[in-house]
């Protein structure tokens, strides 16, 4: 049985699929990567918290790497998810990088007595998952050295994948999906004993913990037909991961034409399709402690 988290996800069993979707992101994330790293002084302290399987920490590293090195710190709540990461990071590094993995709950009060002073600290796609938003990203700020940053990624647009009409079940499947994600999303987020709601944007939130120059950008991925093999791939994982999270929300005929599309026998099956496609849109939000 994988180790469990506050939203009680089994993250254990999604390394296979976090690297996949790492792999074809791999530019997005050195593009973020080499913007947040040249705000920086030399030799800086990257912390990313949530590490996952380390895709992003990989090019922090990389990008430290360029410059004048530095000490990338991981931090993740799950063992399994932070032995990953770390050899990840460490076979990318070359040695030219200073890696520190912290087993450590992001949510937790004590996190900045663990872990160095950050220049940057990272979180992506992890506050939502604590049980008071707001106050974790407020306990983040306190591992950020004065003068340094806190960025998050908590979504932008979305992810399309896709057509809009897929000639299984009635048109417009994608945006019952999508719908369906969100209530159990809202769910998943209710469930968490404790849970406390956040009724503010991103930025706001930031602005709430106390940071300054508040500002955010978007980024683009986008992979247009045909996509390679490693895509195609990837697309599958995310049509695989979404509709799992959204079937109990889906009506008995869209839940059925979801069989039939991740079903590699059938005709309709997607990963077969010429014209699926990968466009996301994830936006930083970041924020400098004074």
Avoid at 13 to 28: D, E, L
Avoid at 139 to 168: I, K
Avoid at 191 to 206: C, E, M, N, Q
Wanted: aromatic fraction near 6%; charged fraction near 20%.
């Amino acid at each position: 049985m994988g180790t469990h988290t506050h939203d009680d996800y089994d993250w254990v069993s999604k390394i296979a699929y976090m690297r996949r979707g790492a792999a074809i992101h791999t530019a997005w994330q050195r593009d973020i990567a080499d913007r947040l790293v040249g705000m920086l002084r030399p030799g800086a302290t990257v912390i990313d918290v949530g590490s996952g399987a380390g895709g992003m920490a990989a090019q922090f590293a990389l990008a430290l790497g360029a410059q004048s090195g530095g000490h990338v710190v991981l931090v993740d709540a799950v063992p399994e998810l932070l032995t990953a990461a770390g050899e990840l990071v460490r076979a990318t590094s070359d040695g030219k990088i200073n890696v520190t993995t912290v087993l450590a709950d992001a949510a937790g009060t004590t996190l900045a007595e663990l872990v160095p002073a950050a220049d940057l600290v990272w979180a992506s796609f992890v506050v939502h998952h604590l049980r008071d938003q707001q106050e974790g990203i407020t306990n983040l700020t306190r591992v950020v050295a004065p003068g340094g940053w806190l960025a998050l990624t908590e979504g932008g647009l979305g992810t399309q994948c896709v057509p809009w009409d897929l000639g299984v079940g009635a048109p417009g499947l994608i945006d019952r999906i999508q719908a369906a994600r969100k209530q159990w999303f809202a769910q998943m987020r209710a469930d968490i004993p404790g849970s406390t709601r956040l009724t503010v944007g991103w930025t706001k939130a930031l602005s709430n913990a106390g940071l300054s120059d508040i500002t955010s950008f978007t980024s683009v991925v986008d992979y247009p037909p045909p996509v390679t093999d490693d895509v195609r791939a990837a697309i599958v994982d995310w049509f695989t991961h979404i509709t799992s999270v959204a079937m109990d929300h889906l009506a008995t005929d869209d839940q059925q034409a979801v069989n039939r599309l991740l079903d590699p026998a059938d005709t309709a099956y997607i990963g077969s399709r010429d014209d699926v496609f990968y466009l996301a849109a994830d936006t930083v939000n970041l924020g400098r402690r004074p």
